[in-house]
């Protein structure tokens, strides 16, 4: 139960800067969205189609790569995302800001949102997924700096799409967001060596 709390938490919030801070603000991202809207432009497909089409590939992703448990947290992870931002979008509520003032609050609530769900053993059926795999091959790789280099790689492949600056504040929202859950990865080690280490002394 604590887990599906964090994972509610997580989608609760990345729903709410998507839909109330980043789709108002005209701030796009690195993420699923970002590749289908390069690759619906490319094909001719429609943005929606090519999004799901993404992510059932990012599911059938973590299943094999990640196991049966994490597969069924992002799939509940991925159903809350999807009735969140619906209805949260669908209220009409915006936070009109200054594109940079935009991307930093949201890439900060995304960043804590990525967090709780990773912090629950799940993922939200992005490319963070493919971020935690490496991760669990190559426990040196960061998460969080796999997600960044996915993310800028996305967005500056859309750069003749979206346009430069579009782009630039996608960068600064990327970077605020990985920031963020680095910082809450890195702390989470550190308590977790504590943990282990107060645990072992009680023994000796």
């Excluded at 590939?57 to 991925?78: D, E, V």
């Excluded at 619906?86 to 991307?103: E, Q």
Aim: one cysteine or more; proline letters at 1%; charged letters at 10%.
């Amino acid at each position: 139960m604590k887990d599906i709390g964090k994972i509610l938490l997580g989608n609760l919030l990345i729903s709410a800067a998507y839909a109330f801070i980043t789709v108002p603000n005209n701030i796009i991202n690195g993420g699923v969205t970002g590749l289908a809207q390069i690759l619906s432009k490319l094909f001719g497909l429609d943005v929606a189609y090519m999004s799901n089409g993404i992510t059932i590939l990012l599911l059938l992703f973590s299943l094999f790569a990640l196991g049966k448990a994490f597969f069924l947290k992002t799939i509940l992870s991925s159903i809350l995302y999807m009735g969140l931002f619906s209805a949260l979008h669908m209220s009409g509520f915006a936070i009109l800001l200054h594109p940079a003032i935009a991307a930093v609050l949201a890439g900060a609530l995304v960043g804590f949102a990525y967090f709780c769900c990773i912090d629950a053993n799940s993922s939200t059926a992005g490319f963070d997924v493919v971020a935690i795999a490496i991760h669990r091959k190559y426990p040196s790789r960061n998460i969080a700096v796999t997600m960044r280099y996915i993310s800028i790689a996305i967005l500056l492949i859309g750069c003749f799409s979206n346009g430069v600056e579009a782009v630039l504040y996608g960068i600064l929202f990327t970077l605020v967001q990985t920031y963020v859950l680095n910082v809450l990865l890195a702390y989470r080690s550190k308590w977790h060596c504590r943990k282990v280490a107060a645990s072992v002394s009680k023994e000796t």
